[in-house]
């Protein structure tokens, strides 16, 4: 992706945090010429190979496990907001100030590989279940459910490994201008109901928070 030097996000503890706390990505592979985008969460275990492995599955029915593909793409999306002229101290100056889009963006490329195991399915989806049943008032696990039931669901799906060999992190924010300008940005952005984290990444802060 254009990777002007001022957005550019080559913390590889940063690109890690956005993946964790964002984990709904869309996978891209290129098969026999024709191009795949499936979205679907993907949990990130760091402490695997150089960048880190992605796992997560996909429905057994789903034709992409079956095709060749070796090479993949995850993209990642952090937080995104339009940024109206209006929020820049410039418009009332100077005025030469424009509309623009702020975001932030991970893109994880490696090698896809497909796996049929039951055990490594069950494991999968206890892990997947743990991490985005955090928070909730009264957690479900695969515990609550029978176990049959939870077997028949791991034999109709098929789970994806991705070991990352290339990370490419974007943060188009309003790094480049002055404190004034981060700080209306922040502001206009709570104002319009977003959160003091979000709003600050959106303004320029780094992104620090880990999933």
């Not at 940024?83 to 005025?95: F, M, V």
């Not at 404190?179 to 780094?206: F, I, R, T, Y």
Request: aromatic fraction near 8%; glycine fraction near 8%.
């Amino acid at each position: 992706m254009y990777l002007p030097r001022h957005f550019r996000m080559d913390s590889l503890e940063a690109q890690h945090a956005l993946m964790a706390h964002y984990p709904f990505a869309t996978l891209v592979t290129v098969s026999s010429g024709d191009i795949e985008a499936n979205p679907l969460p993907l949990l990130l275990n760091p402490y695997q190979g150089e960048h880190g492995v992605l796992e997560g599955h996909i429905a057994r029915a789903n034709p992409l496990w079956k095709t060749p593909a070796a090479q993949a793409m995850a993209m990642f999306h952090g937080p995104d907001s339009y940024i109206t002229p209006s929020s820049y101290p410039a418009k009332r100056t100077h005025g030469r100030v424009v509309l623009t889009w702020h975001y932030l963006s991970v893109q994880a490329h490696g090698t896809l590989r497909f796996i049929e195991g039951p055990d490594w399915l069950k494991a999968h989806v206890a892990r997947l279940t743990d991490r985005f049943e955090q928070g909730q008032a009264t957690p479900w696990s695969i515990g609550d459910a029978p176990q049959a039931y939870i077997d028949g669901l791991c034999q109709a799906i098929v789970g994806i490994e991705l070991s990352i060999e290339r990370l490419i992190g974007k943060h188009k924010a309003a790094q480049h201008k002055d404190e004034a300008a981060q700080q209306a940005v922040c502001s206009a952005l709570k104002q319009q109901g977003m959160s003091d984290s979000e709003a600050g990444w959106l303004s320029g802060a780094p992104f620090t928070r880990h999933g």
